[in-house]
């Protein structure tokens, strides 16, 4: 095995630098593993789970809309354009498409088998035709070593805070009060960010509100 360094939890400009021993070779990884083949297995896997595995989940989600008519659940939110607020549908970070899948097949089950033989036909690639009528193939779903989107940059946050954060952005809850209480702890106020989507929006703001209750449990056990 070889020493490679991984850079993992970033504080400003900076990020902690850890050391690991990984495999050299793809013979020592089978080796290690017991059979040959290992590693390529591992590494399809992993490239499934971060780029093809997304792609997948909406090309199910789609077909169970066409299939049931049982469209997402939507919230109305305020958000501001041109300098005015106004309101929004969009859809519900709650309704996440496990929730979906589930609660659209609930309402006829033997729909399953359908959409499944549809989700065969789509992910092997298939041809259609545009609204004029020109031929489009669409290619295979396939895992792509080059998707820079496969390595996620951050930790998935927890959908606690995504829920918390929906309901200062809804109103529901004081976001000058937070950003008060946030100050006590030297964390920068949240503020929207202009032209981002609600989802984006509650991300940022989901991260915020975790940094700040890990600065509140860190000032407990001092």
């Not at 020493?3 to 021993?21: G, I, N, R, W």
């Not at 305020?78 to 970070?93: I, L, M, S």
Request: hydrophobic residues 40%; proline residues 4%.
């Amino acid at each position: 095995m070889k020493e490679q360094v991984f850079e993992m939890l970033s504080f400003q400009d900076k990020a902690f630098k850890v050391p690991t021993l990984v495999y050299e070779s793809e013979l020592e990884a089978d080796t290690a593993a017991g059979h040959k083949g290992a590693m390529l297995a591992e590494a399809n896997k992993n490239l499934a789970y971060r780029g093809s595995h997304p792609k997948g989940r909406r090309i199910i989600t789609e077909i169970v809309q066409e299939f049931t008519g049982i469209k997402f659940n939507m919230v109305t939110v305020e958000v501001e354009k041109d300098g005015k607020k106004v309101k929004e549908q969009v859809r519900d970070p709650k309704d996440t498409d496990a929730v979906y899948v589930k609660r659209a097949l609930a309402t006829n089950p033997a729909l399953f088998d359908s959409v499944q033989t549809e989700v065969y036909k789509r992910c092997r690639g298939y041809k259609t035709k545009d609204a004029e009528g020109k031929e489009l193939i669409i290619p295979a779903l396939a895992v792509d070593i080059k998707e820079s989107e496969r390595v996620p940059k951050v930790l998935k946050l927890a959908q606690k805070y995504k829920d918390i954060a929906l309901a200062f952005i809804k109103g529901e809850r004081s976001l000058s009060k937070f950003n008060a209480a946030a100050e006590k702890f030297a964390l920068p106020a949240w503020e929207p960010t202009k032209g981002a989507t609600l989802e984006q929006s509650v991300e940022s703001l989901g991260w915020a509100l975790k940094a700040f209750q890990d600065a509140q449990d860190a000032f407990k056990d001092m």
